[in-house]
């Protein structure tokens, strides 16, 4: 007699069950996704016990007749796909036919519609996979299905489920995803007859992520759009001081569908480069197009992963599309902002505007629209002295690009003698790319003038907007760290030939690693000759390196590459080695300022291309509103 038998098909029904319900969630999911391949505009989520006790899905879409609302429970049966060619070009989010022979055959599952064309609707009662009864049912438009005692006839399943809360969690996530993902279709969530999600339809994903995360949320994210000849995206990015602790919030949307993509994850993450705080992540919704033979998506049961076929491409073009559109926000963070009662959320955000018109003007147009409107004396005093603080820079500039600039263009040394930590800050500036980028037009810190140093550690500077408190360490830092950054872009020109070489000696594994990087090294004008047995010679190293520490810095690199224990990433690399720089040069706190040394560091931050956060992500600018000092002293009321 053979061993090897066919399974007959109720407990194939259930292995294949196993494979797409995991939990509620899953149910939700599949029908859900079902709801939406039917063109529904309306969807309600009904559950009850996080899920355990029924599950009730209604939509308003084309609805089935008799006929294919029996069929639907059969297994592969679907009306997505009906030539291998069109596995190719999966637009639908569903297109298997498992989802509900094994939803229905691990519950006991009613489903009652009507295509709007016959004379009655259809209602269809299946337990455990096997049709109980057909009957007529009454003429609404659409679907409903409801799934009770799920898991009843499969123990083992309904033990390792979780609590109703964590069941409920997951059925909540994925809803809200959904919402995100198609802000055309009305959501609504009930558990235990209360509503916990509520979508309007109308299209505007800002509402949908007011409805999801909060008004006050809502409000601090940022219109992103951008289109390239294979991909298009459009969504929001949420600015840099509302981060979370983990990635969950980052959602990725392709086609209509929500996937989980740790590659697009990484590139919104380093599209905000030093924006964010260490081990700290952004709020981003992000909705993909592009042409479904690009994309595979027959590759996991639940389909929440898929294969991009121009993945490096994509994660590349959306990292710098990213980076570009944070550069254009001002991005100094109002603690002290006033909060306005939110009386509905029309009414709290300006959600009707088009994306053109959401992102705020700059804010030197801000500030000299406000100063033609209202001038007071000491709002000409603030402007006079930041006009004169900066008049040696600005006078030069304008739409020439120069291919060399000076420290002396930048401060008019001659008039005035700076001390060491000016003339730094001088150096600092001699970056190409911060120069030749820097315009007028697109400063984004404005003109401030220094009053007084507080803690040794805080400038404290006003203009026409208010009162700006300003962090001595991470201001330096982030103007470090352009220019060393841009150094380690471009080969070393000139050297510095060394009086006396410096020798390193190391272990055989450490030896190997630096061989296997000499080139990358050499990108920098760090070239490392073999000198006897597992040692290193170095000759010479670039000119820019800073005066007195040329030594440490070397050994400090070095280290940097033998902690990678392998070939490193060159564009990873290059930014460590800048931090780690910039930091070390860079004034600590409590560190006592001259009145001009402060004027000359504001003045450099002004020309960096990111003055808004230090390299590792922490605030460099907080702004007390002219608004919120007059609130404190109860001047407005």
């Not at 209509?256 to 709020?283: C, E, F, M, N």
């Not at 061989?515 to 670039?542: C, D, V, W």
Request: with cysteine; net charge negative; hydrophobic share 35%.
């Amino acid at each position: 007699m053979p061993k090897i038998q066919v399974m007959n098909e109720h407990l194939s029904n259930k292995i294949a069950a196993g494979e797409v319900v995991e939990r509620p969630a899953s149910v939700v999911k599949e029908l859900v996704e079902n709801a939406i391949d039917a063109g529904s505009s309306r969807i309600e989520v009904h559950i009850s016990e996080g899920g355990l006790d029924s599950i009730k899905i209604i939509d308003d879409g084309v609805g089935m007749d008799r006929e294919d609302s029996t069929r639907a429970f059969e297994r592969h049966a679907t009306s997505k796909l009906l030539t291998d060619q069109d596995l190719f070009r999966i637009s639908t989010l569903g297109f298997r036919g498992e989802a509900l022979p094994s939803i229905a055959a691990v519950s006991k599952l009613t489903l009652m519609t009507w295509n709007g064309i016959d004379d009655v609707g259809t209602r269809v009662s299946i337990e455990g996979g096997k049709i109980k009864e057909i009957e007529d049912a009454p003429l609404r438009q659409g679907t409903s299905i409801e799934v009770r005692e799920l898991f009843y006839n499969t123990p083992a399943r309904y033990k390792y489920l979780k609590t109703i809360h964590t069941e409920l969690s997951h059925i909540s996530d994925f809803l809200n995803r959904m919402a995100m993902a198609h802000p055309e279709i009305s959501f609504t969530l009930t558990h235990n007859a209360r509503e916990l999600l509520s979508t309007s339809g109308n299209g505007q994903l800002l509402h949908v992520i007011s409805a999801i995360f909060g008004t006050s949320t809502a409000k601090q994210m940022v219109p992103f759009q951008a289109t390239h000849i294979d991909f298009e995206v459009k969504g929001f990015l949420g600015k840099p001081e509302i981060t979370r602790s983990s990635k969950q919030y980052l959602t990725t949307i392709i086609n209509g569908r929500y996937i989980k993509s740790y590659a697009l994850q990484q590139a919104i993450v380093a599209g905000y480069q030093t924006l964010l705080p260490i081990h700290r992540y952004p709020l981003a919704i992000l909705s993909f197009s592009m042409d479904p033979s690009l994309l595979d998506i027959n590759v996991h049961p639940s389909k929440l992963e898929i294969r991009i076929s121009k993945e490096q491409e994509l994660t590349a073009w959306l990292e710098q599309e990213i980076r570009a559109s944070l550069g254009k926000e001002e991005l100094i963070p109002k603690p002290l902002q006033k909060r306005e009662k939110e009386k509905s959320i029309q009414q709290a955000i300006r959600f009707q505007l088009p994306v053109e018109e959401v992102f705020p003007p700059s804010p030197r147009a801000s500030v000299e629209g406000q100063q033609n409107k209202n001038r007071v004396p000491i709002q000409e005093q603030v402007k006079q002295e930041g006009r004169a603080m900066a008049a040696r820079s600005l006078e030069p500039r304008g739409s020439v690009v120069r291919e060399e600039p000076s420290p002396e263009e930048y401060i008019d040394t001659e008039s005035i003698e700076l001390t060491n930590l000016t003339n730094s800050l001088a150096k600092a500036a001699d970056s190409e790319s911060i120069a030749d980028s820097y315009t007028e037009e697109s400063e984004a810190i404005p003109l401030l003038a220094p009053l007084a140093q507080l803690h040794g550690t805080y400038i404290l500077a006003q203009n026409e907007q208010g009162l700006y408190m300003i962090d001595q360490h991470a201001a330096q830092e982030r103007i470090w760290y352009e220019f060393f950054y841009d150094k380690l872009s471009h080969p070393a020109q000139e050297s510095q030939e060394l009086l006396i070489p410096i020798s390193l000696d190391f272990t055989s594994g450490e030896f190997a690693v630096l061989k296997e990087n000499l080139t990358q090294l050499a990108k920098i004008g760090l070239f490392l000759e073999e000198f006897g047995h597992h040692s290193y010679m170095i000759r010479s190293h670039p000119q820019w390196f800073p005066a007195g520490g040329e030594e440490q810095l070397i050994r400090d690199m070095i280290q940097r590459v033998l902690e990678q224990k392998g070939k490193i990433e060159w564009i990873t690399f290059r930014n460590e080695v800048a931090i780690m720089m910039s930091c070390k040069q860079s004034i600590k706190a409590n560190q006592y300022l001259t009145h001009r040394e402060m004027e000359a560091l504001l003045e450099q931050l002004r020309k960096t291309s990111n003055p808004f956060t230090c390299p590792h992500g922490r605030p460099i600018t907080v702004l007390i509103t002219k608004y919120d000092i007059e609130k404190m002293f109860k001047r407005v009321m």
